[in-house]
């Protein structure tokens, strides 16, 4: 096979680096025992301890039926539910049930025991090229913005490339599909899965696995703001039950100081610009009654917010509007919408202008009666003060939580302050010691993991390695601090010692997806094909339908000239996403050097008509 023939690794190789070792860098040092993570605050709720029992909704309900059954119809209480039956709103409708996106045909159908989504290619003569379809198993989403659909394989969940828009009752892509359209190979995060569904079993150090059961409650439960309840339905039990204001096996978001009261929200809609689990803890440790910067680092961007925002950001604008400034921290979330039931299209304008004069009822609008009758619907204090503002959701749109006093006015500065050289600052940094060790890691963690590592000067790109080498030292089995590490030390033209960072982090935890994916792209970029085929191995066996793991188990298999393992490695990929032109494109070559000349064509013509129309 002659060596032009390799030269196909161009279309999915990393760039290539060369290894340039830093004489002054540091490796990682062994320790004994770790430097444990900062101690975490106490509260004098009982229900705030680690080891406090769920009891789930169903005990709630018992003795609060009635607010279970409004809060069923909110929002949260909508935010996930499995595929079932034909009360699925999608058809319900008389909107049609399929799309066409740059040459592919999308389409859902339900055949009576299951929803079922397609991607199919036609040619010039409407004949199927190729077609991909899924059972999808869980819906994400109450609607308001929109509703998308997750995929089971195994024990990995994926998301499907097409959701439900109902502002506009039609189908479309998903989020982001419109950029970078993933086909049925985008990977379902716990992150997503923290905020769309109760509690999530994600698989520690993995990209997408789950634990069955997959999730113990659908819905955003009861307890995710309340807190775990066994001691309060114990109480309850027992007939002890005590006033509300002096329980303390419950927790009343209502009761809580402002710091502690905003974390409830915070869990879900203080998006930022990156979010990290801080060393030591886990999203879930995480309980009503207690900090939420203890456990989640919210970095944004430090120039502000004055940009389309993140759909779920809604605290971060709410923090720089004048209504939660003059409040003095006292307006909430809650102070304008109740978490137990969303006011129905006729009464949302009334809803929300009480809540408006709750505060202002005083000073009063000091627009004209004629001009707030003309707003629609009439009177209407949101229209005009949280008007609707793009976001990054596709077909969606939020409304402005900087509550301008003017639609078209000039949204206030952040207020946050910009670290010498970093585009992110800590949303608590007046919460923490920004000099501490533990801030500072937070904080390079937190840049490796966004996507501004190349917006920031080289001094900076050395306060990084220097930081987060200091940080694995502390802390070896900082697998967040190891693989940033890496990254950064990459970031530097430092392989060697990139690599070297990586292995010692796989060698103490050797199924983490996150390393070893990390170790096979950088042995990958510097030809270390031995190294690398280990890595993908390894990789496949964790988790056999990420295509990314496929397709550099082509680059790899090229790169050791090994042609067998090549065309299996591109059919596995097409197998995933049949509408990978490039994969298919390397797999005719390579079956033409093997003169394997009746497949090759076979796929030429598959590639020749799926071609984008003129």
Request: glycine content about 6%; charged content about 25%.
């Amino acid at each position: 096979m002659s060596a032009a023939l390799f030269a196909v690794i161009g279309v999915l190789c990393l760039a290539g680096c060369s290894s340039k070792p830093d004489p002054a860098a540091k490796q990682p040092a062994a320790r004994v025992e770790a430097v444990p993570p900062p101690a975490v605050s106490t509260s004098a709720y009982l229900n705030t301890r680690p080891d406090v029992p769920y009891v789930g909704d169903a005990r709630c309900a018992e003795c609060h039926r009635e607010i279970c059954e409004s809060y069923a119809t909110h929002p949260m209480g909508q935010s996930m539910r499995k595929v079932g039956g034909l009360d699925v709103h999608e058809f319900d409708r008389q909107a049609p049930t399929s799309f066409e996106v740059d040459g592919l045909t999308y389409s859902a159908s339900w055949d009576g025991t299951q929803m079922v989504h397609a991607e199919r290619r036609f040619d010039g003569q409407g004949e199927l090229v190729h077609e991909k379809s899924e059972a999808v198993a869980y819906i994400v989403g109450a609607g308001s913005h929109g509703r998308s659909y997750l995929i089971e394989r195994g024990d990995s969940l994926w998301m499907s490339p097409m959701t439900w828009y109902p502002q506009e009752a039609r189908w479309a892509l998903s989020p982001g599909y419109e950029k970078l359209n993933q086909h049925f190979t985008r990977p379902v995060l716990s992150d997503c899965m923290f905020c769309h569904s109760n509690r999530a079993h994600h698989r520690p150090h993995t990209v997408n696995l789950y634990d069955p059961p997959v999730f113990s409650g659908l819905t955003v439960g009861c307890e995710r703001c309340h807190g775990p309840g066994e001691r309060h339905v114990a109480r309850q039990t027992r007939g002890d039950a005590a006033d509300e204001s002096s329980d303390d096996t419950i927790v009343n978001p209502r009761q809580l100081e402002p710091g502690l009261r905003d974390s409830v929200c915070q869990q879900c809609h203080l998006a930022g610009a990156v979010r990290i689990v801080r060393r030591g803890r886990d999203q879930y440790d995480y309980r009503p009654g207690l900090p939420w910067h203890e456990y989640m680092a919210v970095f944004v961007k430090s120039q502000g917010t004055n940009e389309p925002a993140s759909i779920t950001s809604h605290e971060e604008q709410m923090r720089i509007s004048r209504c939660h400034i003059s409040s003095a921290s006292k307006m909430a979330c809650i102070s304008c919408h109740d978490p137990h039931r969303k006011p129905n299209s006729e009464e949302k304008t009334s809803y929300f202008r009480e809540r408006c004069n709750s505060c202002h009822r005083n000073a009063g609008c000091k627009e004209s009666a004629e001009s707030r009758a003309r707003t629609t619907p009439e009177d209407n204090c949101i229209a005009c003060h949280m008007p609707a503002m793009s976001s990054r959701v596709q077909h969606a749109a939020m409304t402005d939580h900087r509550i301008p006093r003017q639609a078209n006015a000039a949204p206030p500065e952040s207020g946050k302050s910009r670290e010498s050289g970093w585009p992110l600052t800590l949303f608590h940094r007046d919460l923490v010691d920004a000099d501490s060790p533990e801030f500072q890691r937070d904080l390079a963690v937190a840049l490796m993991q966004s996507n501004y590592p190349g917006q920031v000067n080289l001094q900076t790109q050395y306060d990084v390695v220097r930081i987060l080498t200091a940080a694995v030292d502390r802390d070896p089995r900082d697998f967040d601090a190891v693989e940033a590490l890496a990254h950064a030390q990459l970031g530097l033209n430092h392989t060697a010692e990139a690599l070297a960072t990586i292995d010692a982090g796989v060698e103490k935890s050797p199924h983490n997806e996150h390393l070893l994916a990390g170790a096979m792209s950088i042995a990958a970029s510097n030809q270390k094909w031995d190294s690398a085929q280990d890595y993908s191995d390894r990789l496949i066996a964790v988790n056999p339908h990420h295509v990314h793991y496929r397709q550099m188990a082509i680059q790899i298999a090229i790169g050791k000239r090994d042609a067998d393992a090549a065309v299996k490695a591109c059919e596995k990929v097409l197998e995933l996403d049949p509408a990978d032109r490039q994969v298919r494109q390397i797999l005719i070559q390579l079956l033409e050097g093997q003169r394997r000349l009746r497949e090759a064509q076979r796929h030429s013509e598959v590639l020749n008509r799926s071609a984008p129309r003129p």
